[in-house]
């Protein structure tokens, strides 16, 4: 990387919230989300890199594109990402709730959301909506089984 980039780099890391916001504008041409300031900053970094010695291949975005229907990477042949208790760190989720776009990080040891460090899934589905949530179904990790249907003693043939 060139001297420009990384002096870009460093300006960026130490921005403030609305600094941030304004470089977003300048460099994505776009009104900047309403996300935390880390998520700012690593976009911002990103795409400070990708104007200066270009974004991804076409080769990459097709096996991407290829990969995103079912969660592997056809060259390696394992999942990306787990639908067990081990997600990839770095690994970040996104989930829409009323019309706002929530990110979160996965991190060696729990979840970062706005900030904030959290030690299960749930608990953040449960600061995003106020409700109890399997987090792993409110970020689409695992599909929500079908409720078994309870049945009475006598259905069962039970006394």
Known sequence: MNNK???????????TMAELRDR?????ETTPPPYNKAF?????IYRVQELA???LSEEIRQRMEDSSGNGKDPNLQTPLTSSGENMLTGTTLIREWKGVDHCVTVLDDGFEYQGRRFNSLS???????????NGKVF?????????RRKTNK??????
């Open 40 to 44: 700012l900053v690593r976009r911002l």
């Open 139 to 147: 970020f689409g990790i695992k599909k929500n089984s079908p409720k």
């Open 53 to 55: 010695c270009g974004g």
């Open 24 to 28: 977003w504008r300048t460099l994505y």
């Open 5 to 15: 980039v990384l002096k870009q780099i460093t300006e960026i890391k130490t921005m």
């Open 123 to 133: 608990a953040v589905a449960r600061s995003i909506t106020g409700t109890r949530w």
């Open 154 to 159: 006598k259905e069962r043939g039970v006394s």
